[in-house]
T-cell receptor, first 112, second 111 residues
């Protein structure tokens, strides 16, 4: 069974540009989450999808971040325009129901 | 190698010794706790979990202890190996969805 996959693994963009991160959850997992770890700090929740619906987006930093999960399968997280403080590692996770969430390898975003 | 009772950002342990990693959680309503291991360049990997109706759970070489009275969680690793070197995060959740992570402890195993 394939795990959670994220693309790209690394992205370096200039301030003001747009970046789109993609996450493919484990097949059959209705719950999909985005998390972020900035500058060696703790991992912070961004948002939670149940199928295609946003269940909880309380962790989204501001309106420069837009997450979508069309069709309830893969998800994208767009940052537009990117700022320096957006640099960090963005993790996606999925779970079948409450409980154990499986994480992808993360996308390291560097904004210069 | 122990950091008994106190969360430390780093822990150095001799290969073969037992490790104890501590975590204080914040939400008294949390009912599910997970320990994750993150190696360089990888995402957090599930190690072991425990629900709030338990105070101890054992896995292969790992044991998680939960003290709800003082909101404390610990991870014990028996016979620590070089492959155990990583950052360890505790995570808590109520209702099982959004995870709140601790600051992480970097474990370094000395040969």
């Amino acid at each position: 069974e394939a795990g959670v996959t994220q693309f790209p693994s690394h992205s370096v963009i200039e301030k003001g540009q747009t970046v789109t991160l993609r996450c493919d959850p484990i097949s059959g997992h209705d719950n999909l989450y985005w998390y972020r770890r900035v500058m060696g700090k703790e991992i912070k929740f961004l948002l939670h999808f149940v199928k295609e619906s946003k269940q909880d987006e309380s962790g989204m930093p501001n309106n420069r971040f837009l997450a979508e999960r069309t069709g309830g399968t893969y998800s994208t997280l767009k940052v537009q325009p990117a700022e320096l403080e957006d640099s960090g590692v963005y993790f996606c996770a999925s779970s079948q129901d409450t409980g154990r969430a499986f994480f992808g390898q993360g996308t390291r975003l560097t904004v210069v | 190698g122990e950091s008994v009772g106190l969360h430390l950002p780093t822990l150095s342990v001799q290969e073969g010794d037992n490790s104890i990693i501590n975590c204080a959680y914040s939400n008294s309503a949390s009912d599910y706790f997970i320990w994750y291991k993150q190696e360089s360049g990888k995402g957090p990997q599930f190690i072991i979990d425990i629900r709030s109706n338990m105070d101890k759970r054992q896995g292969q070489r790992v044991t998680v202890l939960l003290n709800k009275t003082v909101k404390h969680l610990s991870l014990q690793i028996a016979a620590t190996q070089p492959g155990d070197s990583a950052v360890y995060f505790c995570a808590e959740t109520s209702f099982g969805y959004k995870l709140s992570f601790g600051a992480g402890t970097t474990v370094t195993v000395r040969a």
